[in-house]
């Protein structure tokens, strides 16, 4: 397919930083392979596995792999014979390449330094469903074990449990204070709850009295 102007920089020029930023659908993944593979092409002694290719989603990490997996092939099949070799090597590392999301790539470097990093190298990335459930049966545990006269259970007095479960989920995205966690919570409750009053005073203080009949009807 023709390229843009705009698209024939990002895939060519290899000397600066580019941001590219363009609508969906309108070939972002397309010029990111062909610029994925202009630099292989344009650097023979590069192992597959120094370039690092970074997308959003699973799903555009995956196509990105075939294309270039297709590009790889047909260079390795087209190629004189020293090229081909190399480009049959760079097919051969597809497994290693470092095409992939975010998370991919961070977690591959930290079972890469697991020890320097004092975590398990089995760990695995949560998605989002199991990791609503996680959280979902922690809460679950933390309230099974509250006992009678925790003060906790007050919030059971003011708020819906549906209410309290959605704020608790919420909390891990959090960075929490060390100390007494409910009584910095009444603390701050009590201190917004003042300046409403004070808001609310201040307004009625500047409320200007209206008369419908008039002042003279009033003398």
């Known amino acids: ?15 600066d930083n580019l941001i590219v930023i363009a609508g969906a659908g309108s070939g972002k993944t397309y010029v990111l392979v062909r610029r994925y593979l202009e630099l292989l092409d344009c650097n023979p002694d590069w192992a597959l596995n120094a370039l690092v290719a970074i997308t959003f989603t699973q799903k555009a990490a995956q196509e990105m792999r075939d294309r270039v997996r297709q590009h790889l092939q047909q260079q390795a099949e087209s190629a004189d014979a020293v090229s081909a070799s190399r480009w049959a090597n760079r097919l051969a590392a597809m497994d290693s ?30 998605d989002e469903i199991e990791a ?19 003060p906790v259970l007050e919030l059971f007095t003011e708020y819906d449990e549906r209410g309290i479960r959605e704020t608790l989920r919420t909390l891990p995205d959090i960075d929490l204070p060390d100390g007494d966690l409910f009584a910095l919570w009444a603390d701050q409750w009590e201190t917004e709850a ?7 005073r201040t307004a009625l ?6 008369d419908p009949l008039g002042s003279d009807a009033l003398s």
């Open 132 to 150: 609503r459930v996680l959280i979902d049966t922690a809460i679950d545990d933390v309230l099974r074990a509250l006992e009678a006269g925790d």
């Open 205 to 210: 203080s500047e409320i200007t009295p209206f």
């Open 1 to 15: 397919m023709p390229l843009t102007k705009a698209q024939d920089t990002a895939i060519h020029n290899h000397d």
């Open 97 to 126: 390449a470092r095409i992939d999301t975010i998370h991919g790539l961070c977690a591959s470097i930290l079972r890469a330094n697991a020890a320097s990093a004092n975590i398990d190298p089995a760990f695995t990335v949560l």
């Open 194 to 200: 003042r300046a409403q009053v004070n808001a609310f």
